[in-house]
């Protein structure tokens, strides 16, 4: 039943990705938009694209605090490493920008860092990003609601929707805190979609590990809650930096929008990431273009805007594919059974202090 179903789910994704296209691009005009193009300084665009190589490096800072945090250290350059190749992954897998964590754990631990550490400090990475994503999302949101740019056309329901996105992270830290294994949880319901003989495979080799990482995450939650708040207090501040680099980018398409409508393209093109399309592609577009459209502006610099997004993504997703490759081709580095290894013998993460 699963491999009848998934050609059609593949084919929906397909042809809804076509239509969003299809509707964007035909309520902008070709002329318009070469025309916001033509009115782009190269070297400003440069400057931004810099800008965003500066992001990429400042992104690794989180990671880089919780595995300090459980007593690990690793080069903050290796760690802008692994991320952008996880972040890689996530861009050109469907869905809400996941896929990319199982190669940052299996590239943790090719330079020798324990498999329950490094499932750890990607876990609470990753919860803790969720958790500042959906919070500033929240934040955002209600500015604009309350600013009222939209009028009545956005009601209240969007910041309740936010709201429910933002409990999804932070209801499993908190049972995390409080002791619980929501992890282990999560591991036996997936494990239970898979065939017998995979099934008891997987839970022998991951069960173990998974659980001393949930062991790991309690322990730094309790005992040095510091950490894991400065780790979320980075993640706002990183937040501040890309909302200056989305502002940035209007300025240099010379789009004259007020702070608020920054930020209301800006909620769309975070909805856009979080739906079922590789990167948001087709979803990012079609969002840019109409909230542009009811805020009363030319759509054409939506597609500059979205342009200049996928160019900064394709960027990305090259470098990413390179270092993937050097990582992959370079296996001599550190064993590559390391992970296997780790997650039979289950090691011991909880420190004492």
Do not use: C
Request: charge should be positive.
């Amino acid at each position: 039943m699963k491999n009848r179903t998934l050609p059609f789910i593949e084919i929906a994704i397909g042809l809804s990705l076509l239509i969003l296209l299809f509707v964007a691009l035909r309520t902008v005009s070709p002329a318009a938009v070469w025309a916001v193009l033509q009115r782009t300084d190269p070297w400003q665009v440069a400057g931004l694209l810099l800008y965003n190589v500066f992001i990429v490096v400042l992104l690794a800072d989180r990671w880089w605090i919780i595995l300090r945090g459980i007593g690990e250290r690793v080069s903050y350059l290796r760690l802008v490493e692994f991320r952008l190749i996880g972040a890689t992954i996530s861009q050109l897998t469907p869905g809400p920008q996941f896929g990319g964590e199982p190669a940052q754990i299996h590239l943790l631990t090719r330079v020798h860092v324990p498999a329950a550490r490094a499932i750890a400090s990607v876990t609470l990475e990753k919860a803790l990003e969720l958790v500042a994503n959906f919070g500033v999302l929240v934040i955002m949101v209600l500015y604009v609601l309350l600013d009222g740019v939209f009028g009545s056309m956005l009601g209240w329901s969007a910041p309740a929707v936010a709201v429910f996105l933002l409990l999804l992270p932070l209801v499993p830290l908190i049972v995390l805190w409080r002791g619980g294994r929501p992890v282990t949880v999560l591991l036996n319901w997936a494990t239970r979609l898979l065939p017998l003989r995979w099934r008891v495979r997987v839970q022998q080799r991951a069960a173990v590990a998974v659980h001393s990482a949930e062991d790991a995450i309690h322990d730094l939650l309790r005992r040095r809650p510091r950490v894991a708040l400065l780790a979320l207090g980075v993640s706002f501040f990183n937040w501040a930096v890309m909302i200056a680099e989305y502002w940035l980018a209007t300025r240099v398409l010379h789009m004259d929008l007020a702070f608020v409508e920054v930020i209301a393209l800006l909620v769309a093109a975070r909805v856009a990431f979080l739906l079922p399309m590789p990167g948001g592609l087709g979803t990012l577009e079609a969002g840019q273009v109409f909230t542009l459209i009811l805020l009363g502006h030319d759509p054409a610099g939506a597609i500059g805007l979205s342009l200049l997004m996928r160019l900064r993504d394709l960027l990305v997703v090259t470098a990413g594919l390179i270092l993937a490759w050097r990582n992959g081709w370079r296996r001599h580095s550190a064993p590559v059974s390391s992970l296997d290894a780790g997650l039979q013998s289950g090691e011991q993460v909880v420190e004492s202090e």
